[in-house]
Structures are given as structure tokens and as C-alpha cells.
């Protein structure tokens, strides 16, 4: 999403502005209330999912000598109602995490995430802690694409899931086409410890495609998926399909705001799901 500073109201006649963004924001209200009304409507999901990070990450990194402090707030509004495989159920349960990036040169960034979980009728509950270093393609290079590519490695406890130790390597492609957003993750992640150790890597493929309906406002789509092990899909049932209508809203350079609300497409994936990011650069 593009930064502007200037009101992105000033000196547009009002019969001008409810001609052209009224149709877009009706277009995305209606699209949400379908898909919030169609996890309303479907049956709870079978298996739990891990819904801490819900995000499609950009290929920019934090300035050099900057830090950003996001917080992540996610809840499966429709979700497992009972223990699953030793899993905590993830129906109503309000899933805090808090990222800390520092950026150390303008093309490297470290992060820290701490995870945490709010059971129903439970206290505040450490999950675990992830780290992850990313480097990108400067924009001295002049790619025609954004570039960069992280690899997070973490520790969760076993009642919040199957795996206990993970590995992830996550690309980032994005292109910005004017209004026009669009970023792919095409991300490889294992389990180092735990049930899924056998499986080897598997596909947990992410994309965004956003249009700025303001200067201060996009909305769009969110996608994230969880395929199975690269040497053989799982089948389509038991894969993790969620698609989020989502908007985006420019608070300022310093500021990252992002909604949405995500409708899961298989009985393995959480039905109805709320995620928030709200982050500061300092």
C-alpha cells in the first residue's frame, strides 16, 4: 500500500467521491458478507491450526537502525471444540503475538516473535518463541520485482501443538502495479521435533493481491494454505485452504494496520477466523 500525506479527500467534490469509491467499498462489504456467512454455516473444522502469524509478508525490510514493534492478535471464532491430537481447541481461544524487528543494514532484518494463547475460562498462557533473520535485494539493484527471503526456526509447547521444534523458509515476491498490490509466499516449512518429523518439508504457500480504494485505505484478498509434504500432496480434506477479505489502512509512515476476516475452505482448517496487526516503527 502506498503512503501519502496529504488527505486523500482534499478538493474531491463529494458527488465525485461516492461515484468512485462507494462501488469498491460496496463490492468488498459484500464479499466479506458472504464468506463470513458461508463460515457461519459450515461445520466446525476437524483438526487444529496454528494461527499466531496470520500474514503475507512484504519485501521490504526495516530501515537500518530502525525497530518495529508489531502485535498479532488472531481467534478462530468457528474452530475445534476439543483437544485434537493432544492440541489445545482453537474455538474462542485469542491468540496473542508479539514481533520485534530491528533493522540492521538496509537490506537485513532480525526478528523476534513471542507467542502467546488465551484460553476460554484459562490465563494468559506462553506458547512459545520464533527468530527470524531476512535479507532482501536492495533497491539500489533496480529488480523489476521486490525480492527477499527469510527462514524462521521456533519452539511451541506440545499442548499448543503437534510440533514442538519448526523450521521455515519463506520467499517473498511482490510487485507494486500503481493501485495494485500483489506479494507471494511461497513458503517451505518442517517439523524438527514432534509427530510430523517424517514428513520432510511441506508447502505452506501465502499470496496477497490488494487495490487502494484511497489513499489511505486497500482492501483485498489473503490467501494461506498448507498443501503436505512436497514428495506426495496431502489430499485436499486434509489440507488448510483459508482466504481473508482484508483491508489495509495507511496511519502513516510509521504505522501498519491490517484486518480481516478468514473463511477456512476444508474440514482441516479453522471455519471462521479474525486476525488484527497493529504495528510502530520506532
Known amino acids: 500500500m502506498r503512503i501519502y500525506e496529504k488527505s486523500p479527500f482534499q478538493g474531491i467534490p463529494l458527488r465525485t467521491l461516492s461515484s468512485s469509491i462507494l462501488p469498491k467499498l460496496q463490492w468488498f462489504a459484500l464479499l466479506s458478507a458472504l464468506l463470513i456467512g458461508a463460515g457461519l454455516l459450515s461445520p466446525v473444522s476437524s483438526a487444529a491450526q496454528n494461527n499466531y502469524e496470520i500474514q503475507v509478508y ?14 498479532h492478535s488472531n481467534m478462530a471464532v468457528r474452530g475445534t471444540t476439543q483437544e485434537t491430537g493432544g492440541v489445545l481447541p482453537t474455538e474462542h481461544a485469542l491468540h496473542e503475538t508479539l514481533e520485534i524487528t ?41 529488480w523489476p520485482v521486490g525480492l527477499s527471503f527469510s527462514a524462521e526456526f521456533g519452539y511451541q509447547q506440545r499442548k499448543f ?89 495507511n496511519l502513516g509512515p510509521d504505522w501498519e494496520f491490517n484486518f480481516g476476516v478468514g473463511w477456512g475452505l476444508t474440514e482441516s482448517t479453522d471455519r471462521l477466523t479474525v486476525k488484527l496487526i497493529l504495528g510502530r516503527r520506532f
Open 102 to 142: 530491528h533493522g540492521f543494514t538496509p537490506w537485513f532484518e532480525m526478528a523476534l516473535y513471542t507467542l502467546s494463547s488465551i484460553q476460554p475460562g484459562m490465563d494468559w498462557q506462553w506458547v512459545g518463541n520464533h527468530i527470524r533473520p531476512r535479507v532482501r535485494v536492495p533497491e539500489s539493484w533496480h
Open 58 to 71: 512484504p519485501s521490504e525490510t526495516v530501515a537500518s537502525g530502525k525497530t518495529m514493534i508489531e502485535l
Open 161 to 249: 501443538s503437534t510440533d514442538t521444534w519448526t523450521l521455515e523458509f519463506r520467499p517473498i515476491i511482490d510487485k507494486q502495479w500503481g493501485p495494485w498490490y500483489l506479494s507471494f509466499n511461497p513458503a517451505l516449512g518442517r517439523s524438527l521435533k514432534g509427530e510430523s518429523t517424517n514428513r520432510g518439508f511441506e508447502f505452506n504457500p501465502s499470496f496477497k493481491i490488494s487495490y487502494d480504494i484511497t489513499r489511505k485505505i486497500a482492501g483485498g484478498i489473503e490467501y494461506y494454505g498448507s498443501l503436505g509434504p512436497l514428495r506426495g500432496f496431502d489430499p485436499v480434506q486434509k489440507q488448510q485452504h483459508q482466504l481473508f477479505p482484508a483491508i489495509d489502512v
